[in-house]
């Protein structure tokens, strides 16, 4: 079968060295398709053409309504083909088809947002003191490289593009060297709306070959990424030498508080959901569960009950409830973690290796997993692990409960389970977190900004802040009453 292309400056191209990957089904290990796979070349000639596309008179000059009408086609196209996207994802990337579906949608929801957004008041006007007419607006900050991991492919794609082209801006977008496809069919549809050639570039190939000397582009202004923390820590110094902007969603290692007085089966389920969706590969995954020492022994004899019933399997089985992870590396980084784990004396309950299942042997299973009697110093309970795995600790009061919850590098997001809405509060906003739930775990909205404290991030995205990251602020000065300043005597 030939090769997949890359999108660049409207045409579908090879790698410019030629070079190709296979990509891979998790739940088989077989191979699915082969794509170009391409290098600085071709990160050069992407963002060349997206700097034309900026520059010369077009995109960014097109009044608002112009653009909005552009994604607002788009989002109805990936709405009609939303059930092939996310078979795609699911096929590419593992997850379960109805996590696929939501993702789908909500790509379709996140350009129509954006389209709306972009075409209401943006900017503000000021009393200045000397009768003059001061006012701020938002311009689009230039060619952005966008940069983004395997777990939301599409969704991931929807957060960067949307956002950016309502604001004006030209991409080139690098999904992940695993899961290239639902991008690679987004393009497509990219296409068919009519975006201008350049507006859109789509590149594919790996991160040091390709992401590396995209993300150090001397023509690009921003560079927005989503990714690990020791990427993104690569990626800021990089933007450094030309003082590019630049926007970092990261990893994370986030708490989950659930107090005695929760209401237990719903919570018990809101745990497992907050680890085992995405089969825990997902940034803001609830990976700490922190329970009030009353209730510890129930609640964990519950989650364990329930979870080991977990039905793992490929994710294009209509009920399959977790998938595999994405490639047998990181299978074994997953795994490497547990065996961390267990030298470290943490208390494995459940899982910690590979199910039974004789016919899920191909892919890349690994059993929903939880220890208990885990401590602080552990690495399994500092290291964002990425998988199945959740790290169990026990509280004695809220006080502690803060304490434990903050005690990490991460501060992506956090949750407090309980029927006691006032101490829910206390405890939330005592959370080093930026994004964070009371009574549930993971709902995600395009309206509400998504983002981190702490080393999991830089800036947000989504919601109006998502579209304010993509602008750069200009004041203008307008002089009401031209005349003589009467500052210079001669
Ligand atoms: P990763 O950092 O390995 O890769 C992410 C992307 O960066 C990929 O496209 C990759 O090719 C590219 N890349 C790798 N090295 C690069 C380099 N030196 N320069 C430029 N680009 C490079 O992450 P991953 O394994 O794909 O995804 C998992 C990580 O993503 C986890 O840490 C997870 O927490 C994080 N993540 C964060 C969010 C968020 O919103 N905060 C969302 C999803 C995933």
Redesign the pocket.
């Known amino acids: 079968m030939e090769p997949r292309r890359m999108y660049v400056d409207g045409k579908w191209v090879e790698a410019v060295s030629g070079g190709v990957r296979t990509v891979y089904n998790p739940a088989s290990g077989e191979p699915l398709a082969t794509v170009a796979d391409g290098d600085a070349l071709d990160a050069d000639r992407a963002v060349r053409a997206a700097r034309r596309a900026f520059d010369e008179p077009g995109w960014s000059d097109r009044p608002a309504a112009e653009r909005a009408r552009l994604l607002f086609k788009l989002a109805d196209l990936i709405e009609e083909q939303a059930e092939g996207l996310a078979r795609l994802d699911t096929l590419n990337c593992g997850k379960p088809i109805r996590e696929a579906r939501y993702d789908a949608a909500d790509a379709a929801g996140c350009c129509r947002y954006y389209a709306g957004l972009v075409t209401k008041p943006l900017g503000q006007t000021y009393a200045v003191p000397d009768g003059s007419v001061a006012m701020v607006v938002r311009e689009p900050i230039g060619v952005a490289a966008q940069?983004?991991?395997?777990?939301?492919p599409l969704l991931?794609a929807a957060?960067k593009l949307a956002p950016a082209l309502a604001a004006g801006n030209t991409c080139v977008l690098?999904?992940?060297?695993?899961t290239p496809l639902s991008a690679l069919r987004l393009a497509e549809l990219i296409e068919e709306v009519g975006f201008p050639p350049g507006v859109v570039n789509i590149v594919l190939?790996?991160?040091?070959r390709?992401?590396?000397p995209?993300?150090a582009h001397p023509q690009l202004d921003k560079v927005a990424?989503?990714?690990?923390?020791?990427?993104?820590r690569?990626?800021m110094k990089?933007a450094a030498e030309g003082i590019k902007k630049v926007s970092?969603?990261?990893?994370?290692k986030s708490p989950n508080i659930v107090f005695a007085d929760c209401d237990l089966e719903p919570t018990v389920e809101y745990a497992m959901f907050g680890i085992f969706a995405g089969s825990g590969?997902?940034?803001?995954?609830g990976s700490r569960l922190l329970l009030e020492e009353s209730i510890a022994d129930r609640f964990l004899d519950r989650l364990v009950a329930r979870s080991s019933r977990i039905k793992l399997g490929p994710g294009l089985n209509e009920d399959t409830e977790m998938g595999p992870l994405?490639t047998p590396q990181?299978w074994n980084r997953v795994d490497g973690y547990v065996r961390w784990g267990l030298e470290e004396g943490a208390d494995l309950v459940l899982g910690g290796q590979r199910p039974d299942d004789p016919a899920l042997a191909g892919g890349n299973f690994y059993a929903p997993t939880i220890f208990a009697r885990t401590r602080s110093d552990m690495k399994v309970v500092q290291e964002?692990i990425?998988g199945p795995v959740l790290v169990v600790q026990t509280f004695k009061d809220e006080d502690e409960a803060v304490r434990l919850a903050n005690d990490t590098v991460y501060g992506?997001a956090g949750a407090v389970q309980t029927t006691d809405l006032a101490k829910a509060h206390r405890v939330i906003r005592r959370l080093r977190a930026g994004i964070t739930w009371i009574n549930t775990y993971h709902p995600t909205y395009n309206e509400a900004p998504?983002?981190?404290y702490k080393q999991?991030?830089i800036g947000r995205?989504l919601g109006t802040f998502g579209l304010e990251a993509y602008t750069e602020i200009k004041q203008i000065n307008i002089n009401m009453t031209p005349g003589p300043l009467g500052w210079y005597a001669g």
């Open positions: 940069i983004i991991p395997w777990n939301y991931m957060w690098k999904p992940s060297e695993h190939g790996d991160g040091p390709l992401g590396a995209l993300a990424f989503t990714g690990g923390t020791a990427t993104g690569s990626i990089a970092l969603e990261l990893g994370g590969q997902v940034c803001s995954a994405i990181h964002e990425f992506l998504w983002g981190g999991s991030g995205e």
